[in-house]
């Protein structure tokens, strides 16, 4: 079992910087694969990045550049720090995990653990 709970979001002006940051729970934190994507009103997920047990990190071109994932193990917390923000990027942003290879190997979109959401909203 894996819990996932999220926290960071707001509003922010179009080139603002905004760090949402994932606590994770659950003695399978090391087997995990973890990541975000977002979800905006009438659109379907779209994962933004997503680091593999390995350490490999992959980003949805749409953020390449400006957003940055990155984990501190010790405190078995992701984070996603984004930056030069674009009103395309407003959407409740979830933090994501899965344990299988089959599902890791897909977008964050697809991991089967998810925490609540938290809302990023940036005004142009």
């Known amino acids: 079992q894996v819990l996932l709970v999220e926290s960071g979001g707001g509003s922010v002006q179009t080139g603002g910087s905004l760090t949402l940051s994932c606590v994770v729970s659950?003695?399978?934190?090391?087997?995990?694969?973890m990541g975000w994507f977002r979800q905006a009103p009438g659109k379907e997920r779209e994962g933004v990045a997503q680091?593999?047990?390995?350490?490999?990190?992959k980003y949805a071109d749409s953020v390449k550049g400006r957003f940055t994932i990155s984990k501190d193990n010790a405190k078995a917390t992701l984070y996603l720090q984004m930056n030069s923000l674009k009103p395309e990027d407003t959407a409740m942003y979830y933090c994501?995990?899965?344990?299988?290879?089959?599902?890791?190997?897909?977008?964050?979109?697809?991991?089967?653990?998810r925490g609540q959401g938290t809302q990023v909203t940036v005004s142009s």
């Open positions: 680091i593999a047990r390995d350490g490999d990190i």
């Open positions: 659950g003695n399978t934190y090391s087997r995990a694969c």
């Open positions: 994501a995990a899965d344990l299988l290879v089959f599902f890791c190997m897909r977008t964050a979109a697809n991991f089967r653990y």
